[in-house]
């Protein structure tokens, strides 16, 4: 069924990542699976504020694109630091891993999208 | 293969949309099925300038969402017309419709996702 949510209506979550310092702002686009014909676990627009990190990690099962709309990050790209800006975009594919950290003093905002390769 | 895209090495295409008024700016986030892990065909920052409009059109196996990131559009969802503005998201399935359309001064820039319902 189509829908319309109002972004006073999102799911905003505060969340450690992975161990990283700080807490990412999640607001969540959709809400997982369910409302991605299963195709996919996550569609959120993540907020970094400066310092904050999403630490090292491995995805299994699913593929994870970052899509930058402000601010900068130290990036690891499997392994392999770079520095992502606006629109920049990120790609880690099912056995590989990444991480960010929000390097700027403005807030990094990503667009992430996790489908499943499975 | 994870990879990184450099927002300059987007690739950008103007078309026009549905037979609307004026032409979208699809800056192309990850390159259609292929580089969706099979589950969607678009993933896309769409930027309609005022007055420019994706026409109505109706989803057949697949559904799209919708997520404003600036400006203001006149939409309409599966017939009913509303306004979005940022951070609302909106989301058709599989034989639904919509349109939408800038009526903001600033464009109106929208992160769009279609994936696959079948």
Known sequence: MSMV?????????????FGGAGE???????LGAEEMAGKGRLF???ILRTGCEVAWHIHHGDCETYYVLKGRGA?????????LGPGDT???NDG????IRCISE???EVIAL????A
Do not use: C, K, W
Not at 5 to 17: G, I, N, P, T
Not at 75 to 83: C, K
Not at 96 to 99: A, D, L, N, P, R
């Open 44 to 46: 959120n627009h993540m």
């Open 90 to 92: 990120a790609f880690v």
């Open 114 to 117: 996790v489908l499943y390769t």
């Open 75 to 83: 990036y690891s790209d499997n392994g392999v630091m770079t520095e």
């Open 96 to 99: 590989e891993g990444h991480s």
């Open 5 to 17: 949510r109002r972004s006073a209506d999102m799911l905003v979550e505060f969340r450690q990542m």
């Open 106 to 108: 403005e807030p990094l």
């Open 24 to 30: 990412a702002e999640n607001r969540r686009i959709l």
